[in-house]
């Protein structure tokens, strides 16, 4: 069955260090997204891509990047982790309509 | 700012009554709406929809609808079971903005038995 998944599913790291979270989709959506899901602000847009070679900022990009080198995969990368970016991180997919699809989520602690 | 609000954080309800969650939105251009449904350590799965142009839609138990003028949806659940025990996430989409959703902030809904 195509299905969308995201590892690590949980990630200790310290501030400072470099995270990559993975996500990887195979139903072949051009369209994919990352979201963070912090108490109280529901789900944030982070970056999104249309496609090989797109990516896009969201609304709150600052301290993350994204790059889409084939349709399967967009790997989010903290450049440099900070204690406010202890979330939960969601990576979605769409095969160019409304509805998303969503991962089980990577639970990311920032000490 | 968000642009689409669920006010109301939680809701309790006795299991075979009507559940109805709310969500107001500011952005008059949003033209697609939907509601998504979380478990805890799990990702939202998507619930229903609705288009700008119907004021409801109807899926089993569960129906949305959508009052243009007031720029308010909601979603009743009826009858509600002990699975629907979750967040509910409203969405909502611009066409014009390549089909990014803004989510509200989510109602956790529990079903009492």
């Known amino acids: 069955d195509a299905e969308i998944t995201q590892s690590p599913r949980h990630k200790i790291t310290e501030t400072g260090r470099q995270v990559t979270l993975a996500c990887h989709q195979t139903w072949n959506h051009n369209n994919m997204f990352w979201y963070r899901q912090d108490l109280g602000h529901g789900l944030r847009l982070i970056h999104y891509?249309?496609?090989?070679?797109?990516?896009n900022k969201g609304e709150v990009s600052d301290g993350y990047s994204v790059s889409r080198s084939n349709t399967e995969d967009l790997p989010l990368t903290l450049e440099s982790a900070a204690s406010s970016q202890t979330s939960v991180y969601f990576c979605?997919?769409?095969?160019?309509?409304?509805?998303?699809?969503f991962g089980p989520g990577t639970r990311l602690l920032v000490l | 700012d968000q642009q689409v609000k669920q006010n109301s954080p939680s809701l309790s309800v006795q299991e075979g009554r009507i559940s109805i969650l709310n969500c107001d939105y500011t952005?008059?251009?949003?033209?697609?709406f939907l509601w998504y449904k979380k478990y805890p350590a799990e990702g939202p799965t998507f619930l229903i929809s609705i288009s700008s142009i119907k004021d409801k839609n109807e899926d089993g138990r569960f129906t949305v609808f959508l009052n243009k003028s007031a720029k308010h949806l909601s979603l009743h659940i009826v009858p509600s079971q002990p699975g629907d025990s979750a967040v509910y996430f409203c969405a909502a989409s611009d066409a014009s903005n390549d089909y990014k959703l803004s989510f509200g902030a989510g109602t956790t809904v529990t079903v009492r038995a």
């Open positions: 979605a997919s769409s095969p160019g309509s409304e509805t998303q699809y």
């Open positions: 891509s249309y496609g090989v070679q797109d990516t």
């Open positions: 952005n008059s251009m949003f033209d697609y």
